[in-house]
């Protein structure tokens, strides 16, 4: 499939928030062993909202992808 000018942002925006997503899990492990319940909860609140980010982000790339396969159809 042909890769679009608003697919390429897209996908840089999902590759850096994955990214980012490792990172936490890291830190989350990391706070989890020094027995730190607070900060845990806190940096687990931020992985869930940062997941969310990342499905709603694959969701919208899907319609657009759908838009733009529509559109070539019909031209």
């Given at each position: 499939m042909m890769v679009l000018g608003f697919d390429i942002g897209i996908e840089r925006?999902?590759?850096?928030l994955q990214l980012e997503e490792k990172k936490l899990v890291a830190e989350i492990k990391r706070t989890a062993k020094t027995g730190n319940d607070a900060a845990t909860k806190i940096?687990?609140?931020q992985l869930v909202r940062l997941r969310q980010q990342i499905a709603n982000l694959q969701g919208s790339r899907a319609q657009m992808r759908g838009i733009a396969t529509h559109t070539q159809v019909n031209w």
């Open positions: 925006e999902i590759n850096a940096l687990a609140r």
